[in-house]
């Protein structure tokens, strides 16, 4: 058990809709990681927090957004859903500020299908 | 070119057979590496972590960089039927930087 919870583990749901991803770090774990893994793709960084601030951004779409909470936990928001966001939304997290390179430690994953 | 090539296998092996996993990368400023296991329906657990060239061990696993020829290699000896999963090297420009996977390899281990 890597101490990252994600809800929920699996969410159906159709196009044009709108999801919320949950996740909750690691105790004591400051930086919290969003990541999309698909098949022909693979796992792609979307963005990442710390401390409740933004920090690095990857390829997430506009369509997407996230946020961490002064709790320390962080949801991804996925909007206008079409089919081919299907796919697993890994979160992870770390100890330490940007730049430490703390090991990142990942929850079990959220797998989202639309239909 | 891909920023990190992984051959996807799959790969099966007898049980107690010697495993190498390799990723090449085309970024000579990546500065850590990293290895990664995932069971199936599962998330990626960290395996090895190293920033140097050269070999770290830990039991059964040795990961091997070669920045020289922007190569990494996971070595699992004795290869158990628990082994089987899939497995994803991860790199790293910086401690600032977001981790960049390879697409990963599938291993079965065949009892």
């Known amino acids: 058990d890597s101490g990252v919870t994600q809800t929920p583990k699996h969410l159906i749901t159709a196009t044009g809709q709108r999801v919320t991803l949950r996740c909750s770090p690691r105790s004591g774990d400051l930086s919290v990681y969003w990541y999309q893994q698909s098949l022909d793709q693979g796992l792609q960084f979307l963005i990442q927090?710390?401390?409740?601030?933004?920090?690095a951004k990857g390829n997430i779409l506009e369509r997407f957004s996230a946020q961490q909470f002064p709790d320390l936990h962080s949801e991804l928001n996925l909007s206008s859903l079409e089919l081919g966001d299907s796919a697993l939304y890994f979160c992870?997290?770390?100890?330490?500020?940007?730049?430490?390179?703390?090991?990142?430690?990942f929850g079990d994953g959220t797998r989202l299908s639309i239909l | 070119q891909k920023e990190v090539e992984q051959d996807p296998g799959p790969l099966s092996v007898p049980e107690g057979a010697i495993v190498s996993l390799n990723c090449t990368y085309s970024?000579?400023?990546?500065?850590?590496f990293m290895w990664y296991r995932q069971y199936s329906r599962k998330g990626p657990e960290l395996l090895m972590y190293t920033y140097s060239s050269g070999n770290k061990e830990d039991g059964r696993f040795t990961a091997q960089v070669d920045k020289s020829s922007k190569y990494i290699s996971l070595f699992i000896r004795d290869s158990q039927p628990s082994d089987s999963a899939t497995y994803l090297c991860a790199l790293r420009l910086s401690g600032n930087t977001p981790l960049v996977f390879g697409k990963g390899t599938r291993l079965s281990v065949i009892a």
């Open positions: 927090y710390y401390n409740g601030e933004e920090r």
């Open positions: 992870a997290s770390s100890a330490g500020p940007p730049g430490s390179n703390q090991p990142q430690h």
């Open positions: 970024n000579s400023a990546f500065q850590y």
